[in-house]
């Protein structure tokens, strides 16, 4: 069906060694261990003790609706700690400031290649980012012509002695005729279908971005190498950005490099950011977001499964019939953690985005492992913008 590229066999590691239950593992230890102790001393007391500490740590880690009460506790914490720290009036571009609200360090700079030629940075921070976006999305991901291997792409976390916090791809796409805008059955729809001709709309815009995010001190040796300080850091990112778009390029796939102009124009518009904003710009709630007028309903995607590349294009393919305004979808590898990824849905108002959202969890919910929704929609929404970010929940 596709062209994949060819990378001495690379493949993404799937099943890498992750760090993020350990500390669930070290709980676990040292409830057995106390569980022991009570349990020696063979007495009416001691059983009952032990028994009880199992028990309460049982319920503490067993998930319920997708989360443990120590998982709950932590995303509630989260929340209500991010809506303590909002910065209402960031000192950022009109464009810039929904995300500047919930990121204070968001800044976009630059660096330039060997031909002098601009390169956009986006860092917040604690890491920078580059981004690349591919030329046409018609050979991206599709049922013929080229095809983006997201195993070969995700490889490049780890290139030679530089190790990357994150490489992610995002899409956004805008369905075309959306149902938020035209009434289902409506004349305009019915000639839309007849001129497409296809059971199956197509997309009335679909465009992806490759994002890199570097943070130093994931790999301090191998930035130090290439400058100190910030040049070590812009070098190394252009070091990385080279490699995925020669990668995409073996694959079939053109990408370019964006400046910081066209940097900062696709953060405001994966963000939702209008020319027309309101007093306030934004707001989250346990459930959604919303960002001047719109509303935003993201569910985090825990795994996508064997085969990244086709359980991406079906997600593509549902997508580009929601009845979403645009829906923003991500996949994205982080070192010692599995492929995970994001799906946000733009509306108009609150009851549109839910029923986007569950239209999507009804029908793709056997192939996908899907997140809850309570408590982190502004991670989700960092997760669905090319930052190269994972859902942090």
């Not at 780890?158 to 005729?177: E, K, N």
């Amino acid at each position: 069906m596709a062209r994949t590229a060819q990378l001495s066999g690379a493949r993404l590691p799937l099943r890498a060694r992750s760090t993020r239950y350990l500390p669930m593992a070290l709980f676990w230890q040292v409830v057995v261990v106390v569980a022991l102790l009570f349990a020696v001393q063979r007495t009416a007391t001691g059983l009952v003790v032990a028994g009880a500490v199992v028990l309460l740590a049982m319920l503490l880690t067993l998930p319920v609706n997708g989360r443990s009460l120590f998982s709950t506790l932590r995303v509630r914490a989260a929340y209500s700690s991010r809506r303590r720290n909002l910065v209402a009036e960031p000192d950022q571009p009109a464009a810039l400031v929904p995300l500047g609200q919930w990121l204070p360090h968001l800044h976009v700079t630059e660096t330039r290649n060997v031909y002098g030629g601009e390169i956009g940075v986006v860092g917040d921070g604690e890491s920078w980012s580059g981004l690349l976006e591919i030329s046409s999305d018609d050979n991206l991901i599709s049922d013929r012509g080229s095809e983006l291997d997201l195993e070969v792409l995700g490889a490049l976390i780890s290139q030679d002695d530089v190790v990357f916090a994150g490489i992610q791809v995002v899409t956004l796409t805008v369905p075309g005729p959306t149902q938020a805008m035209i009434t289902p059955g409506s004349p305009a729809l019915q000639s839309y279908l007849e001129i497409v001709g296809e059971e199956s709309t197509p997309p009335a815009v679909r465009r992806t971005w490759v994002a890199l995010r570097l943070d130093p001190r994931l790999c301090l040796e191998a930035v130090a190498r290439r400058g100190s300080g910030q040049v070590g850091v812009f070098a190394t990112l252009r070091f990385g950005l080279h490699r995925a778009q020669a990668t995409l390029k073996r694959q079939g796939v053109s990408a370019e490099a964006l400046d910081p102009i066209a940097i900062s124009e696709v953060l405001g518009l994966t963000s939702g950011a209008s020319d027309d904003a309101p007093e306030e710009r934004t707001r989250e709630t346990w459930r959604q977001w919303a960002c001047d007028g719109l509303v935003h309903e993201t569910r985090a995607i825990r795994s996508f499964g064997s085969d990244p590349t086709a359980a991406y294009q079906a997600l593509l393919d549902s997508v580009a019939q929601s009845p979403a305004m645009m829906v923003l979808t991500s996949f994205t590898v982080s070192p010692g953690q599995p492929a995970a990824g994001a799906i946000r849905h733009v509306s108009h108002n609150e009851e549109q985005a839910a029923a986007a959202d569950e239209e999507l969890v009804a029908e793709m919910g056997s192939r996908f492992s899907f997140g809850p929704l309570g408590g982190t929609q502004v991670p989700g929404l960092l997760a669905t913008i090319p930052l190269g970010r994972q859902v942090d929940s």
